[in-house]
């Protein structure tokens, strides 16, 4: 069966670019690597094809699915957005690390390396900082979180390739001294299995269950407490971003985060107004095989439930759809989804490459919301229940604030059944 965003679609990238693709630049970018007189790193892809630059950040090599993200704003954020774990993200916007790197800005709760891009690929070496905010430079962070760099790319080309060929797997290398071993690069890239049914939840969840009970950032008095909670929301943790933590508490909810492993029964132990499956990285139906039949038993208990990216698809799991991997994914701060019973537009943030297949959504399981790139799945709700998932991040950060109505409306839903027990 041939899916509707089977084929690529250009439209989120191409408006970064100053003349159109076509095949004769594509082979003639391809047919040789790109490279410098001075290349201290390269990105090798599985099929041999070969980018050199200057390295940047930390030194070592690390295999990874190689994507671009489309975003003008929040490298940061990208980078620390656990969902990119085992990835390496090529930024089409020319200019990154010139606002620098600030503690406020990370966005994986766990200390675990795995939890946060492993490499990333950049047109022109990183500036220098200017910002108020800056703390620190993106080299310098780079290789306090050692995560490698790569500066110097033609990522047009490279963005173009993944277009029209989908997500490659690679190796991104970064030598101080300059001595590349190509061909040990080239059959890492090739040897490395991919995502699919690679469960990296585990990899990136919290090791313990923890509290926490702020806002989201506001100006000037940058993050504070949410001194009167009005809601406890149970947190299933497969790779959590801080910023939907804190969007939980712009709408008054204290969190208690699990680990990805928890089961029903310890979550309902904590007595939740809701919960919330989380976002992260990795094949949904590996990390499935334990995390939909817990889920299953969430929806029956009745609690009203919330699920983002990773947890969306798993939500969709757990009511009997199925997933399916996405031959480019959708990456980027500048994304059209409609919603099918208004039929407004919002523009969000997304970063996945695993999708809901709509055509095996069983009765009684709503398709809410669709990407107007490619038609992908982007929403859900399950009739009669209170129970929703998007496959978006309304939480953005980075991205635009046109979604953050989906947290009030969980509120909302809390709010009801609290009502209704009372």
């Not at 790569?150 to 993944?162: E, K, S, W, Y």
């Not at 990795?282 to 029956?300: F, H, M, R, S």
Request: overall charge neutral; some cysteine; proline content about 7%.
């Amino acid at each position: 069966m041939r899916h509707r965003w089977g084929k690529p679609c250009i439209g989120a990238a191409f408006t970064l670019f100053d003349t159109p693709p076509g095949a004769a630049y594509l082979t003639a970018a391809l047919a040789k690597p790109t490279h410098s007189s001075a290349a201290t790193g390269a990105l090798v892809l599985a099929d041999g094809s070969v980018f050199l630059g200057q390295g940047v950040g930390a030194a070592g090599a690390a295999e990874g699915e190689v994507c671009f993200n489309t975003a003008m704003t929040g490298y940061q954020e990208i980078l620390t957005d656990p969902s990119y774990a085992a990835q390496i993200v090529a930024f089409t916007f020319p200019h990154i690390g010139n606002v620098g790197t600030n503690d406020g800005d990370v966005e994986t709760s766990s200390p675990a390396a795995s939890a946060a891009a492993r490499g990333a690929v950049f047109r022109t070496l990183p500036t220098p900082p200017s910002n108020w905010r800056a703390e620190e430079t993106l080299d310098a962070w780079l290789k306090k979180r050692n995560i490698i760099g790569l500066a110097g790319l033609d990522t047009r080309a490279l963005t173009r390739r993944i277009r029209e060929h989908g997500l490659p797997n690679g190796v991104i290398a970064h030598t101080p001294d300059g001595k590349l071993d190509l061909d040990a690069l080239k059959a890492r890239a090739k040897a490395w299995p991919g995502l699919v049914g690679l469960d990296l939840a585990k990899e990136v969840t919290c090791a313990q269950s923890y509290a926490v009970s702020e806002g989201r950032w506001q100006w000037p008095e940058g993050v504070s407490a949410v001194k009167k909670p009005k809601f406890t929301v149970v947190v299933m943790d497969y790779g959590v971003k801080r910023n939907i933590l804190r969007a939980l508490g712009d709408v008054g909810a204290k969190c208690i985060v699990l680990p990805a492993e928890a089961t029903a029964e310890e979550a309902l132990a904590h007595k939740p107004d809701g919960v919330l499956l989380s976002n992260g990285p990795g094949d949904p139906a590996a990390t499935g095989t334990y995390a939909a039949p817990q889920i299953k038993k969430l929806v029956d208990s009745g609690v009203p439930v919330m699920g983002v990216c990773l947890g969306h698809q798993m939500l969709g799991l757990a009511l009997g759809a199925r997933t399916l991997k996405m031959p480019q994914g959708h990456h980027g701060a500048n994304h059209p989804v409609q919603d099918k019973a208004t039929g407004k537009v919002e523009i969000v943030s997304m970063n996945h490459g695993f999708a809901i297949d709509a055509a095996t959504l069983p009765k009684g399981v709503k398709e809410t919301h669709v990407s107007l790139f490619d038609g992908s799945n982007c929403g859900i709700e399950l009739e009669g229940k209170p129970v929703f998932s998007v496959q978006y991040h309304p939480e953005a950060s980075p991205g635009p604030q046109d979604s953050h109505y989906l947290f009030e409306r969980f509120a909302k839903l809390m709010a009801k059944k609290a009502k209704s027990a009372a």
